[in-house]
């Protein structure tokens, strides 16, 4: 039988209602006889990310931050039955979910790509010498340090509204946001440029949101099939489960982005880089959609056995 109220967790920043709200309205327009908008609440739950604006300039690193601080408080919050259903930016998500939870849904991929941002110019080559860029994405910071070393990478943490405002206020010259972001956010005017792949391989499952649920939840699992993308789930499957053979986290330089190639293959491309971004390796690998698991498996390992064991430390 179905609930009378179905709660979606979700974080409380902007963009994260956004898409609680995105999963809202598709889960009605896929019931319209079973369920209503108002009888499925968005509940926002404030997360260790969200709580810590005094450490707000720190990067991760520093702060020994992870994926978890996006997403614990929100887990916590499903495993003690206090929501039904977990609304995530995919790529906050850590490689390996907690006991007794599952991904049951993932909508349509967006725009994976990262945007860049600048104050006075409109491309990354087109910075000065010695250009500042504001971000706490090791990920981005080791790319642009191996294309552009005499750049300056200082952290920036915030929500997207608040990196805006810091790039305006001339704290650096240039950012670097996921177009994803800005799209849902209507913001996709601001971005200068977009930066494809072979110049900066986005985060694995980059643009996508995923909906958390129960293991063994047939209820909701149902509930959540007509508007799962099995796409961007074999996609996404081949990215996470590189990562989870890197031991891939906010820390690590890792980016990973799979897409398909017909409609049953697909192709996916991974890079590992210094932080620093003095050394870089980038490996590809395709194979047939229903074994995306195993070729993220297998890309995986060819990149950790390519790698000195202390590739990703300063």
């Given at each position: 039988m179905m609930k009378k109220t179905i709660r979606l967790g979700s974080r409380g920043s902007p963009l994260a209602l956004l898409q609680a709200e995105d999963v809202?309205?598709?889960?009605?327009?896929a019931h319209p006889d079973l369920i209503s908008v108002a009888a499925i609440e968005i509940v926002p739950i404030r997360t260790s990310g969200?709580?810590?604006?005094?450490?707000?300039?720190?990067?991760?690193?520093?702060?020994?931050?992870?994926?978890?601080?996006?997403?614990k408080e929100i887990e916590e919050a499903l495993l003690g039955d206090f929501i039904d259903m977990a609304v995530h930016s995919m790529k906050d998500v850590a490689s390996h979910?907690?006991?007794?939870?599952?991904?049951?849904?993932?909508?349509?991929?967006?725009?994976?790509?990262?945007?860049?941002?600048?104050?006075?110019v409109g491309q990354l080559d087109a910075l000065p010498q010695g250009a500042v860029v504001g971000t706490s994405s090791l990920r981005r910071q080791a790319q642009l340090l191996a294309r552009r070393p005499d750049l300056r990478i200082v952290p920036v943490r915030g929500n997207v509204g608040t990196r805006l405002e810091k790039l305006k206020d001339g704290k650096f010259d240039a950012t670097i946001l996921?177009?994803?972001?800005?799209?849902?956010?209507?913001?996709?005017?601001?971005?200068?440029?977009?930066?494809?792949p072979d110049v900066m391989l986005p985060a694995a499952?980059?643009?996508?949101?995923?909906?958390?649920?129960?293991?063994?939840?047939?209820?909701?699992?149902?509930?959540?099939?007509?508007?799962?993308?099995?796409?961007?789930a074999a996609c996404v499957g081949a990215e996470r489960a590189l990562?989870?053979?890197?031991?891939?986290?906010?820390?690590?330089?890792?980016?990973?982005?799979?897409?398909?190639i017909d409609p049953t293959h697909l192709l996916l491309e991974a890079v590992a880089a210094r932080p620093d971004g003095t050394s870089l390796l980038r490996l590809t690998a395709d194979g047939e959609v229903t074994q995306a698991e195993k070729i993220g498996m297998k890309l995986g390992r060819q990149m950790k056995d390519s790698l000195p064991s202390d590739f990703f430390e300063t």
């Open positions: 809202r309205k598709k889960l009605f327009a969200d709580w810590r604006p005094d450490q707000a300039e720190l990067s991760f690193r520093e702060t020994g931050g992870n994926k978890e601080l996006f997403t979910l907690p006991k007794g939870l599952e991904i049951a849904a993932m909508l349509d991929r967006i725009d994976p790509r990262d945007a860049f941002i600048g104050r006075a996921a177009m994803a972001g800005l799209e849902r956010l209507g913001l996709r005017h601001v971005a200068n440029s977009v930066l494809e499952a980059q643009g996508v949101v995923g909906i958390e649920i129960h293991s063994g939840n047939t209820a909701m699992r149902d509930l959540l099939a007509p508007i799962h993308s099995r796409e961007t990562l989870r053979v890197l031991d891939g986290s906010c820390q690590t330089p890792i980016g990973a982005f799979a897409h398909m």
